[in-house]
């Protein structure tokens, strides 16, 4: 039995070496296989990644555009408010104006007034007339507040074109900003 036993195991491992060396062949065709796969895959992944790399690009330029499209609505945006600000400007300093040409008026006016009561008083009047005396009070009062009108006049004229500068400075800041975006 002891021989019949080796003989057994000579078959089997017999069996096992035929079968190794038939299925080595296979094995190495099925590595291969796996080989070939794995490369098609990294393939395919690197097209994958060159086309995500192509997208980013499309969206930054995508990105770009509308931060173009953006600024150039901002500057539309604060170029239309300038608009209805000249116009307060212009208002304002014709308001100063005719407040300035009042006033030189007035003072016109008070100096005839003055002369003509020192005249009255030149010729000796007794008593110079009342009436040119309040008149000359009456101009000397509004000449005051036409001078403090003109005074707020001036301030609001100011702070206008300060409100204008400021707004045009922001524009030439928006405008900056978009040329270099272009560049």
Do not use: C, Y
Request: zero cysteines; a negative charge; proline letters at 2%.
């Amino acid at each position: 039995m002891g021989e019949g036993l080796m003989t057994g195991k000579w078959n089997r491992i017999t069996l096992t070496l035929t079968a190794i060396a038939l299925l080595l062949p296979a094995a190495e065709a099925q590595q291969e296989e796996v080989f070939d796969a794995g490369s098609r895959l990294a393939e395919e992944m690197a097209g994958i990644h060159r086309s995500l790399d192509r997208l980013v690009t499309l969206l930054e330029a995508h990105v770009q555009h509308q931060q173009i499209d953006l600024l150039i609505k901002r500057i539309e945006l604060k170029e239309r408010r300038l608009e209805p600000l000249e116009g307060r400007l212009r208002s304002a300093e014709g308001d100063l104006l005719g407040r300035e040409n009042e006033i030189a008026r007035m003072r016109t006016m008070l100096e005839q007034q003055r002369e003509s009561l020192d005249d009255e008083i030149r010729e000796g009047a007794d008593q110079p007339e009342s009436e040119t005396r309040r008149i000359i009070e009456d101009f000397e009062r509004i000449i005051r507040t036409e001078e403090a009108q003109l005074d707020d006049s001036r301030l609001r004229v100011r702070r206008l074109e300060d409100d204008l500068a400021d707004q045009r400075e922001e524009i030439e800041i928006l405008d900056d900003a978009l040329l270099e975006m272009l560049e």
